[in-house]
Structures are given as structure tokens and as C-alpha cells.
């Protein structure tokens, strides 16, 4: 049974770091693409990152050079380390796959979601 519990979210001023987890159950990193999307109030759910078993990312322009996907397959768990954050990050993020290899990851093919954990930026 494939599970992906996320962990990390929080209160944070414009400018601080945080660090989102996402823990795989039921299959490993080597097998999927792995992808991070985000959704704030009142819009549509969005890409974020993605890391694919062959080591490519892939980033959402607005996030390139602030947010840094990384993976420890020993730990079968992806981290999204974002810094420089504006109060506009403000959302509640999810990982996500398609059991896919490919990033980025098509929105409306994901087969599993993690259950999202608030990310909230003060200004």
C-alpha cells in the first residue's frame, strides 16, 4: 500500500527557511518520480519541484534558487528545503507521484498525494 506522509510546515517571517518531508511507504525513490506541489487560498494547485529516480529536478521558475529538492533513499524520504521565503509561498504543500519517472509531474496523472502540511510566511 503506497503512503506518503509529509511533515515540516510552520510559521515563518519573510526571509526564514523551512524544511518540508515527505516519507514514502510501499515503494522507493528509486522507482518514481517524486513531486512537490503546493495549493494557497482561493487558488489552483500548483508544481513545485520534482526529483526523478535518474537525479534530474525540476523547478517552477519562482522557486529557482530559493527551494532545493533532495532525496535520502536510505530513509526513503524527499525533503524540500526552501529558503528566502515571501509571504507569496504561503500555501499548504504536498508530495505527490504518477508512479512515473519524469519530471515535472502532470498534475492530473498523480496516482498518490501526501496529506499537506501549511506553510505559512508572515510579513
Known amino acids: 500500500d503506497v503512503q506518503l506522509q509529509v511533515s515540516g510546515g510552520g510559521l515563518v517571517a519573510t526571509g526564514g527557511s523551512l524544511r518540508l518531508s515527505c516519507a514514502a511507504s510501499?515503494?522507493?525513490?528509486?522507482?518514481?518520480?517524486i513531486g512537490w506541489f503546493r495549493q494557497a487560498p482561493g487558488k489552483e494547485r500548483e508544481g513545485v519541484s520534482c526529483?526523478?529516480?535518474?537525479?534530474?529536478?525540476y523547478y517552477q521558475d519562482s522557486m529557482k534558487g530559493r527551494f532545493t529538492i533532495s532525496s535520502d533513499n536510505a530513509e526513503n524520504r524527499v525533503y524540500l528545503q526552501m529558503n528566502s521565503l515571501k509571504p507569496e509561498d504561503t500555501a499548504v504543500y504536498y508530495c505527490?507521484?504518477?508512479?512515473?519517472?519524469?519530471?515535472?509531474?502532470?498534475?492530473?496523472?498523480?496516482?498518490?498525494w501526501g496529506q499537506g502540511t501549511q506553510v505559512t510566511v508572515s510579513s
Open positions: 510501499g515503494f522507493t525513490f528509486d522507482d518514481y518520480a
Open positions: 505527490a507521484t504518477n508512479r512515473g519517472w519524469y519530471c515535472p509531474l502532470d498534475i492530473r496523472s498523480i496516482a498518490y
Open positions: 526529483s526523478s529516480p535518474d537525479g534530474s529536478t
